[in-house]
């Protein structure tokens, strides 16, 4: 038979101050000989080792890779500094004006199919914008990215098609995007700031466009060593996109995103990018062209069950 310790106030259990808080009445009487076999008489006496201090205890930090499909990291603490950088997030949003600014050069142009860069554009904009906003460091415009992060998704979403109105708008954002990197403030608020869900900021088929641009940039990057000295801040960059997507897309609601084997071809592409990442850092070359490696096998993979 295991015993099991007396019952005793918590407050015997980790300190010996005085306990004034208000406590039920100890029943009358006393136990009888059956009840009382299973307790120690004192059970101070059978505890070894010191008592644990839990006013020194530190929180246990979110884990860097927290992939795990359906978890939403909206305001969840994530750290997502462990796989992307703050400067790369901005680098990324400036990068990518350029994009709209060809896109919507004319309406001619913008029907004619830049309507399709301008979404791929816009939503790695709104990407961008929605890791800053829940970012665990200071990053510029994060008091900002939220309401950015919904006006430019939305934006993203409507250059489906190729419309006056989508065209308009567009013009709209790259605008306020140009005013933004000059150092004005937003003067537009968002309707649904306070209703965020990850699968909001970008449809699948944008994100995809962005990592196959990755992914052909990463490949040209580390073709040799020479390639790789000379492009290191590339690789860098597009490595820590490609983690932040394989994350994202991953969440809840995203297509696919209750798809087991799926969300293991995107955890393995997402932890592809962080190694290389990590060796871009450490300017580990063979290191890199092995992460980069892992990350082309796992979309190649990945397209062969499910384009």
Known sequence: MVAVIAAVPPAVC?????????????????????????FFEDAFA????????????????????????????????FRWSAMVSGGTLTDEIKDRKADITAAIAS????KGGGYNDCRDALSSIALAFAVIADYDGDVRWKDEAATARDLFARTGFNCKVGTDQSFNEARVREGMLDAMIQGSRLDEKSEREEDFLWNQVAGRPPL????????KTLAAATSSKSEFQKLSEVV???AEIVAAIGHVI??????YWDDETYCEYSEMMRQAAVDAREA???????AVSTAVGSLRKSCDTCHGDYR
């Open 107 to 110: 309406p001619a142009t913008f």
């Open 14 to 38: 980790f300190s010996r101050e005085p306990d004034i808080r208000r406590r039920s009445t100890p029943p009358a009487g006393r136990f009888d000989r059956l009840v009382s076999g299973s």
């Open 280 to 286: 871009t850092l450490q300017n580990d070359y063979d």
């Open 250 to 255: 991953q969440q809840e609601d995203f297509e």
């Open 46 to 77: 059978e505890l070894e080792g010191p008592r644990p201090d839990f006013a020194t205890r530190k929180k246990t930090e979110p884990p860097p890779n927290g992939g795990g499909k359906g978890v939403s990291d909206a305001g969840s603490g």
């Open 208 to 215: 995809m466009a962005r990592l196959e641009k990755a992914r």
């Open 236 to 238: 860098l960059h597009e």
